[in-house]
């Protein structure tokens, strides 16, 4: 998986999860204090350090009990044999979760033409400007890429997504403000099968006030769809803001209800000391993690690498033995 990340990724990947990490370690390196093994007091301890660190508590006591095992031979232990311990816990949960479908990336090997991704989210989270920058990303690997501005609700979102869709070079598919959603995404992936697209996006609304409304406009948008791509959407993709923390666990669970979520978006982690977030929500969804966002810039949103983040978040430079 390491030739898909290169030092440029790592170097991003690293700068963007300082806030977490430096928040991570600092709580790790004082409850080992002046402690020489892995006994009930120190379990106990950061079992309330993960939880702090928004890892959630059901995917805490499950990296403790990971701990718990992994420590059974050698129980001494230092800051950095602890962190070994904690990743090797941590990644047997993402190992867990992953539908053996990665590495993630942008070429689209086998897959249908046009590759069809409805993604969804509440407002505020950053659903917009991810979809223009994985647009941005997948015109990179040379391929034909659409928009369509579904989420009628608000003016902002579709003007938002015209101007993505103009700083990247891709065509955007809008009927404006108070537009059907459904219409929208009906012509867009029409378009895009007449054009030879390789992929379309299309933007909803981020409104979970009412889930029975959201679920019927989601359910709507995917049957019109399907009347022209029998099996649209190909990807329902959830984008969460990292910086809510549990806020954004408990997102998850209301749009995970509602409709047929298959791959996850983090964003702001960069902005955030809640980068353990991300281990929480891969564990509890079983879900896997597709991007993670790490800045403002086009190129700062990242294809997720399991391996890479927790080293990141916990400090390794090396893999454990």
């Given at each position: 998986m390491f030739g898909l990340f290169g030092k440029k990724n790592k170097e991003v990947l690293d700068q963007g999860l300082e806030k977490s990490k430096k928040s991570v370690l600092s709580k790790i390196g004082r409850l080992i204090g002046g402690k020489s093994?892995?006994?009930?007091?120190?379990?106990?301890e950061l079992e309330s350090t993960l939880i702090e660190s928004d890892v959630g508590v059901d995917t805490s006591i499950k990296i403790i009990e990971n701990i718990e095992q992994l420590a059974k031979e050698n129980?001494?232990?230092?800051?950095?044999?602890?962190?070994?311990?904690?990743?090797k816990a941590a990644d047997q949960l993402f190992s867990q979760s992953e539908d053996g479908e990665q590495p993630f990336?942008?070429?689209?090997?086998?897959?249908?033409?046009?590759?069809?991704?409805?993604?969804?989210?509440?407002?505020?989270?950053?659903k917009t400007t991810t979809?223009?920058?994985?647009?941005?990303?997948?015109?990179?690997?040379g391929k034909q890429v659409m928009?369509?501005?579904?989420?009628?609700?608000?003016?902002?979102a579709v003007d938002q997504l015209i101007i993505w869709g103009d700083r990247v070079g891709v065509p955007v598919v809008n009927q404006g403000m108070g537009a059907d959603p459904a219409s929208v995404a009906f012509d867009a992936v029409s378009s895009a099968s007449a054009k030879d697209m390789d992929v379309v996006i299309i933007d909803t609304a981020g409104r979970l006030h009412?889930?029975?409304?959201?679920?019927?406009?989601?359910?709507?948008?995917?049957r019109v769809m399907q009347k022209v791509i029998p099996d649209a959407p190909h990807e329902i993709l959830l984008v969460l803001d990292a910086s809510t923390g549990q806020n954004a666990i408990e997102q998850a669970k209301q749009f995970v209800q509602t409709t047929d979520v298959n791959a996850l978006a983090l964003t702001k982690l960069d902005g955030t000391a809640k980068g353990g977030?991300?281990?929480?929500?891969?564990?509890?969804?079983?879900?896997?993690?597709?991007?993670?966002?790490?800045?403002?810039?086009?190129?700062?949103?990242?294809?997720?690498?399991?391996?890479?983040?927790?080293?990141?978040?916990?400090g390794i430079a090396e893999l454990p033995g």
């Open positions: 093994r892995v006994d009930q007091d120190l379990l106990d129980r001494f232990v230092n800051a950095e044999e602890l962190n070994q311990l904690i990743y990336d942008f070429n689209l090997t086998h897959a249908p033409k046009p590759y069809v991704i409805m993604v969804v989210g509440v407002n505020g989270v950053g979809i223009g920058k994985m647009a941005h990303a997948y015109k990179k690997a928009l369509g501005a579904a989420d009628t609700f608000r003016a902002a009412n889930k029975s409304n959201l679920m019927n406009e989601l359910s709507k948008i995917k977030v991300v281990i929480g929500i891969s564990d509890q969804f079983n879900i896997p993690v597709k991007y993670i966002g790490l800045g403002e810039g086009i190129d700062d949103l990242q294809l997720f690498n399991r391996t890479e983040f927790i080293k990141s978040l916990f």
